[in-house]
């Protein structure tokens, strides 16, 4: 009896109230597509009314924060650990949005044509063992190129990040002294170079520095104008960042259906080789902590739009699109979402 | 009405003995809320750090590696670069502190006094993030083509060149520690500067309020014994501020060893021991600002954390020891 009329009250007031609670989503998250996602969630509220309100508070925070279910998505450039899913109180689930490339951006005077790097050049330098310009490893790369004899400042991140995952993913790939001496993950122990804050602090750095060499995403070596050098991939192409070669590379590598996966080094021909997803997290089974299913209704219509309409505004700024067999993928982990185990 | 006995008071005094009694309990509330909240802080620092206590222990804060990777975690280089930080700025800051405050209570004339000192206590109101940006956007470049400019040089380029092979074995010689380990400006030495900067107008306008206190008869009995207006400064103005001067500089000293933002900003970040005064280094509170919102796993979480209880203790260390000095240090007439 207490049970019925508590159900009929909760549906009087979803009635009224959802159509009012759900008019805001919010997620928290990675900083990295931030800008896209402000793009993407502007355009749906004027197609749709739904609001949805993004924080950049990084990656880690916001896996964070959707295992403490205080958002209703998170948004991360890296796919989370077993582990840390185990944590979650349900199952997660991850579905990439995008694709951004991470390129070798730097600042060195006298040299105006795209410079080339391989994926041991690159190690080496940040493992300290290439610190001249001239370094014959260098200069073997780029015949024709008159490379000054100025010392090499490693620029990284300080803060904890994504793009430095997706940046060791890569060297410790190409590299066995990489992977046994530094290794993986948001923050290292860095054998040389000096730390700047954010994509947008090493940008900076490189920028005011002659000599210096820092990896971004590629989006901020175009806003501050940096120049850029191409990376060889495993075809053993030079291939320069773009959307195109990044798009590529989720077309060399097997998706697993759950999407988690690492795109760096890709077998692709035509793939950049620094690359990677950046992913929106959410729960499968979304009736939780008083969600109505109209609210978990408006957070499956999002997604959906994010991996089909909404990838219209990717390559405007910079990320490269969701090949189409990803976007399937994306789509039927969607469709599997769930409420009070019925289909959503 | 059925107490005729007890002898009245008169109702202006019960009045009185009324809000005295709900002042006395605000203020003891008021008080209790300051204790409540550092009770409350410990504990919450404490519970959430112990995760990275119980693994490591105290040796924590003694151990050198920090590795977020392969998850070890210790804290001494950054105990060890926020004490240098806070200290060498403070040793920079208050001897210009003091002079600012002697000219503008001494020597400087009205007109110019109350402008030098109100611009002394409007660096405090600036933002540290501006702090930061100048120091990034300003003063690096300008180190950095420094810097750059000297070691072009080939003889010096050598130099740099063997003191990077010494750090790569990881050794270091008295001549390395003053070669930087890159030519972006950034590192200790600008951190240092940035922060004597920010804690300056602390102890500075401590220190001026304090010479202003110091009782006019007591500089005209030094001038009547024919001393100059040096000696009046220096055996009766400053003997006398001294605890009041010195209360400034823990003022300043408890500012710098928490600043987080601007030092985050330049401080190079750099985990290993501080090889050279130009290099990287990094303070607890810098590995904070870093670390803490992409920390993924609960050990590398709870180690950031533990940085926060270090600091906390570091702080209530050092301003005891502070005041210690300062109990030692005041005259006894004016204790």
Not at chain 1, 149 to 159: E, F, M, Y
Not at chain 1, 279 to 299: C, K, N, P, S, W
Not at chain 2, 249 to 271: C, F, K, N, Y
């Amino acid at each position: 009896m207490k049970k019925t009329l508590l159900l009929g009250l909760a549906l009087v007031t979803t009635a009224t109230a959802s159509q009012a609670a759900a008019q805001t989503i919010t997620g928290a998250g990675a900083s990295f597509p931030y800008p896209l996602y402000s793009k993407m969630f502007a355009e749906y509220r004027k197609s749709t009314g739904v609001s949805v309100n993004y924080q950049s508070v990084g990656s880690g925070a916001g896996q964070k924060q959707i295992t403490e279910r205080t958002v209703d998505f998170a948004g991360s450039d890296n796919p989370m650990t077993d582990e840390a899913m185990r944590a979650a109180p349900g199952r997660l689930l991850h579905v990439p949005t995008a694709i951004g490339a991470v390129v070798p951006a730097y600042n060195v005077p006298g040299v105006t044509q795209p410079l080339k790097f391989t994926g041991r050049v690159l190690a080496d330098i940040y493992l300290g063992k290439i610190r001249t310009w001239n370094d014959r490893a260098i200069t073997a790369l780029n015949p024709g190129v008159t490379l000054p004899g100025l010392p090499i400042t490693a620029v990284r991140r300080s803060d904890g990040s994504g793009t430095t995952y997706v940046f060791a993913d890569y060297l410790s790939k190409v590299s066995n002294e990489w992977k046994t001496r530094v290794g993986v993950g948001n923050s290292l122990q860095w054998p040389t170079g000096t730390g700047a804050k954010g994509n947008d602090g090493v940008a900076g750095v490189v920028k005011s520095t002659p000599g210096a060499i820092g990896y971004v995403e590629l989006v901020y070596a175009k806003q501050n104008k940096l120049p850029y050098g191409s990376v060889r991939n495993r075809a053993g192409k030079d291939v320069l960042a773009d959307n195109g070669p990044a798009s590529a590379a989720a077309q060399g590598v097997v998706i697993p259906a759950d999407t988690r996966v690492s795109l760096t080094n890709s077998a692709n021909r035509d793939a950049y080789p620094i690359t990677s997803f950046t992913y929106v997290i959410f729960y499968r089974e979304q009736r939780y902590g008083g969600r109505t299913q109209a609210q978990a209704r408006a957070l499956k219509n999002l997604l959906g739009w994010m991996v089909t309409s909404g990838q219209a505004y990717n390559e405007a700024l910079d990320y490269a699109k969701l090949p189409s067999a990803v976007a399937s993928k994306a789509r039927n982990l969607i469709g599997s979402m769930t409420y009070g185990g019925g289909k959503l | 009405m059925s107490e005729p006995l007890r002898p009245r008071p008169a109702p202006r005094a019960a009045l009185s003995g009324r809000s005295d009694r709900t002042f006395q309990l605000l203020i003891l509330a008021l008080a209790s809320v300051i204790v409540g909240v550092f009770v409350l802080s410990v504990y919450q620092l404490g519970r959430e750090s112990w995760p990275a206590l119980r693994e490591f222990g105290l040796g924590f804060y003694t151990e050198r590696t920090w590795n977020p990777v392969t998850g070890q975690f210790g804290a001494a280089q950054m105990v060890i670069g926020t004490l240098v930080t806070s200290l060498a700025a403070l040793v920079l800051s208050v001897p210009l502190a003091v002079a600012s405050a002697l000219f503008v209570a001494e020597y400087a004339p009205k007109w110019l006094a109350n402008p030098v000192g109100y611009l002394i206590e409007l660096l405090a109101a600036v933002p540290s993030v501006v702090y930061g940006l100048w120091a990034l956007f300003v003063v690096a470049p300008i180190l950095g083509r420094w810097q750059q400019g000297f070691f072009a040089d080939p003889a010096n380029l050598q130099v740099y060149t063997r003191c990077q092979d010494l750090w790569n074995s990881g050794q270091t010689t008295l001549q390395c520690f003053f070669v930087p380990s890159a030519f972006d400006g950034r590192g200790l030495a600008l951190a240092i500067l940035i922060l004597t900067v920010m804690i300056l107008p602390y102890t500075a306008s401590v220190a001026r309020d304090v010479i202003r206190l110091v009782p006019q008869d007591q500089r005209e009995a030094m001038y009547a014994l024919g001393a100059t207006k040096w000696e009046v400064i220096s055996r009766a103005i400053l003997p006398y501020a001294r605890a009041g001067i010195l209360g400034g500089v823990i003022l300043a000293l408890g500012r710098a060893l928490g600043e987080t933002l601007a030092v985050a900003m330049v401080i190079g970040d750099s985990q290993d021991i501080i090889k050279s005064l130009w290099g990287g280094a990094s303070t607890m509170a810098s590995v904070i600002a870093n670390q803490f919102g992409d920390a993924q796993e609960t050990l590398h979480r709870s180690s950031v954390v533990a940085l926060g209880l270090g600091l906390f203790f570091l702080s209530v260390l050092v301003n005891f020891l502070a005041r210690v000095v300062i109990a030692r240090l005041t005259p006894r007439g004016i204790q």
